[in-house]
RNA sequence: GGCGGCGUAGCCAAGUGGCUAAGGCGGAGGUCUGCAAAACCUCUAUUCAUCGGUUCGACUCCGAUCGCCGCCUCCA
């Protein structure tokens, strides 16, 4: 079994052979920081680094990166309305993408190079290009000349010339053709800018992709991936960039994750139709959002809405009750971890669960057989008498489902669950004390210890043979 | 106009040239219970937008039609 993913360069799914054995080179367009990312911005992060944890979990050696863009357009209009610098908004807006990371369960990539840390690299990849040929500058500016590099076009599959028949925006004169793109901008009054041997200026938005991801990941990497929004122009232009500038093979694989859509359209910051993942985190735990995502394929374009997320926590704390309970039947009877094999048919799940992941990260299925595993696990719980292998089956699914957790991230952690160890000792106190009342027919009081206890996030369930209570 | 994608039960959503068309939400029954809540179990698509074609056989392949979406401009 070996992992396929879709490479879009290609338009096919593809056997994934990285350029080095267990060694994987990733890149991820990151956030453009001049406001709080929302949550369509969020699922590239988010399911990006649930891929690649899925690789180191296959014993990858993975290499990350994510860029942040600190300097463009929109940051200076967004400097221009808050009446600050460009400097301090993206300083806020960079701290407020690593908290709200750190927060949706995010790991941090191995490096987050900021565009204005390498304007001197920009400057020598555009200095290369005019050396060859292949950029000229205009007037301060810097353009790339798309007719230089025959392969322009192939990843978004695009030719030229239909490009051009559909082009909606006004020439720039000064262009060789109409698809040639600016590498380097001259200044503006009141824009910050940078020296460069064609005077003062600042650079075009995909220079600073092609840089940072060659300079941490070599010329030639493994998988560059982002929305399918970027597929042209900014990916294309990337390639162009790149290969135009060292002739050699750019990136092996494009990976683009689909949109998430509000009403059928996109989310977008310019439509308004947005929330902001900061929104949604106040409504709804991390794993819940998590759970969203993983239940759709990441290709696919996903509709928004608040009934979908609250489908999204049904599900989930289906998965997370059935492991409470497991718990629970656990804490009676140890079973003899090192016995335990599993049965076949969790092993079969095990290995379905692994299958899917492999065919082109296919989340939606893979769930599937958390799903059923919860089930079998269900069915064992609700038998009358539990055996012995029946337990170790139960160990077998809970340890299943949390080792796929480490690259999940859907369930909460048993510190977070609970605090403090203290905690519990008083709620058995609690229980038993009210367990006494229940057996003196005080129902009233019996009841509001649990009407207490629910208020406080601590549900009890009262089942044949005893109290057992849960945090929710 | 060019390019790409999608249309599967009430809703969301996987999947496959022939085997029971996953799973989740919701709904309906049932179990448990002092009551409740929760939880669990069972059931919930003779059918995969429409119409043709290829085939022994298609929801899956091909063609056409209808509808929806994205990119072609900043955009995850």
Redesign the pocket.
């Known amino acids: 079994m070996a992992l396929r993913i879709y490479n879009t360069y290609t338009?096919s799914v593809e056997a994934f052979k990285p350029l080095a054995d267990s060694k994987v080179k990733m890149y991820v367009?990151?956030?453009?920081v001049y406001n709080y990312?929302?949550i369509?911005?969020?699922?590239?992060?988010l399911m990006f680094d649930i891929f690649r944890r899925y690789l180191m979990y296959r014993g990858y050696d993975v290499r990350y990166v994510v860029n942040i863009?600190d300097i463009?357009?929109?940051i200076i209009r967004s400097a221009n309305e808050e009446k600050t610098s460009t400097a301090e908004v993206a300083a806020k807006y960079t701290q407020a993408y690593f908290e709200d990371c750190e927060k949706l369960g995010i790991r941090n990539p191995d490096v987050s190079p900021k565009a204005t840390d390498h304007i001197d690299d920009m400057i020598e990849l555009v200095k290369k290009l005019v050396d060859q040929g292949i950029a000229y500058p205009a007037e301060g500016d810097v353009f790339y000349d798309v007719k230089k590099l025959p392969q322009y076009g192939k990843l978004?599959?695009?030719?030229i010339d239909?490009?051009k028949?559909?082009?909606?925006?006004e020439v720039d004169k000064r262009k060789k053709d109409?698809?040639d793109?600016v590498l380097w901008k001259a200044a503006k009054p009141g824009e910050p800018s940078w020296e460069s041997p064609w005077g003062k200026g600042r650079p075009g938005?995909?220079l600073e992709c092609s840089v940072m991801s060659m300079k941490y990941l070599g010329n030639t990497f493994d998988i560059h991936a982002?929305?399918?929004?970027?597929?042209?122009?900014?990916h294309e232009n990337e390639i162009a960039q790149s290969e135009g500038a060292t002739g050699t093979r750019f990136v092996n694989y494009w990976m683009?994750?689909?949109?998430?859509?509000v009403d059928?359209?996109?989310?977008?910051?310019?439509a308004g139709n947005?929330f902001t993942a900061r929104e949604i985190l106040e409504k709804y735990k991390p794993e819940v959002i998590r759970m969203f995502f993983l239940?759709?394929?990441y290709?696919?374009?996903?509709?928004f809405s608040e009934?979908?997320i609250?489908?999204?926590q049904?599900?989930l704390?289906?998965i997370n009750?059935?492991l409470a309970?497991i718990d629970i039947a656990l804490k009676e009877f140890q079973p003899d971890a090192k016995k335990i094999n599993g049965s076949t048919i969790i092993n079969n799940l095990r290995e379905q669960f692994l299958a899917?992941l492999d065919?082109?990260f296919?989340t939606?299925?893979a769930?599937?057989?958390?799903?059923?595993m919860?089930?079998?696990?269900?069915?064992i719980?609700?038998a009358e008498q539990i055996q012995q292998r029946d337990l170790e089956a139960l160990l077998r699914i809970k340890n299943t489902i949390l080792e796929f957790n480490e690259f999940l991230g859907i369930i909460e952690s048993e510190q977070n669950k609970i605090s403090e160890v203290e905690q519990k000792v008083y709620l058995d106190i609690l229980v038993e004390v009210?367990q006494k009342l229940?057996e003196q027919?005080n129902?009233?009081l019996?009841?509001f210890i649990?009407d207490r206890l629910?208020e406080k996030g601590i549900?009890?369930?009262?089942?044949?043979d005893k109290t057992v209570w849960?945090k929710?």
Request: proline share 4%.
């Open positions: 338009n367009c990151g956030p453009t990312f929302h369509g911005n969020a699922r590239p992060l863009t463009d357009d929109k978004s599959g695009k030719k239909d490009l028949s559909g082009a909606r925006v109409p698809l793109f938005w995909h982002g929305g399918v929004d970027l597929i042209f122009p900014h683009h994750n689909g949109f998430l859509n059928g359209e996109k989310m977008a910051k310019s947005f239940l759709k394929h290709r696919s374009p996903i509709d009934e979908r609250h489908e999204s049904q599900a704390s289906r009750s059935t309970n899917a065919d082109d296919n939606a299925n769930m599937a057989k958390i799903f059923e919860v089930r079998e696990a269900n069915i719980m609700s009210r229940r027919k129902w009233k019996a009841d649990r629910v549900e009890l369930e009262d089942r044949k849960k929710f």
